[in-house]
Nanobody, 116 residues
Framework: QVQLVESGGGLVQAGGSLRLSCVGS????????MGWYRQAPGKQRELVATITSTGWRNYADSVKGRFTISRDNAKNTVYLQMNSLKSEDTAVYYC??????????WGRGTQVTVSS
C-alpha cells in the first residue's frame, strides 16, 4: 500500500520559515519524481516545486528564491524548506510521487497558514 505522509505544517508569521517533510512507503522512492503542490481555499491545486529521481529541480515562479526542495533517498523523504513566507503562501500542501502513466500518488496534505 502506497503512503505519502506529510508533516511540518503550522501557523507562522509573515517572513518566517517552515520545513515540510514527506515520507513515502510502498513505492520505490529513489525511482520516483517527487513534488510539492498546494491548494488555497477556492483555488485549484498548483505546483510548488518538483525534484526528479536524478535531482533536477523545478519551482513555481512565485516561490523561486524562497523555497528549496530536497530529497533524502536513504530516508524515503522529500523536504520543502520555505523561507520568507507570505500570506499568499497559505494553503494545504500536498506531497506527490510520480513516474509516468499510472504511477501518481498523493499525500493527504498539511496545512500551512501564514499570518500577516
Amino acid at each position: 500500500q502506497v503512503q505519502l505522509v506529510e508533516s511540518g505544517g503550522g501557523l507562522v508569521q509573515a517572513g518566517g520559515s517552515l520545513r515540510l517533510s514527506c515520507v513515502g512507503s510502498g513505492i520505490i522512492f529513489s525511482f520516483s519524481d517527487m513534488g510539492w503542490y498546494r491548494q488555497a481555499p477556492g483555488k485549484q491545486r498548483e505546483l510548488v516545486a518538483t525534484i526528479t529521481s536524478t535531482g533536477w529541480r523545478n519551482y513555481a515562479d512565485s516561490v523561486k528564491g524562497r523555497f528549496t526542495i530536497s530529497r533524502d533517498n536513504a530516508k524515503n523523504t522529500v523536504y520543502l524548506q520555505m523561507n520568507s513566507l507570505k500570506s499568499e503562501d497559505t494553503a494545504v500542501y500536498y506531497c506527490n510521487a510520480e513516474k509516468g502513466p499510472g504511477y501518481r500518488y498523493w499525500g493527504r496534505g498539511t496545512q500551512v497558514t501564514v499570518s500577516s
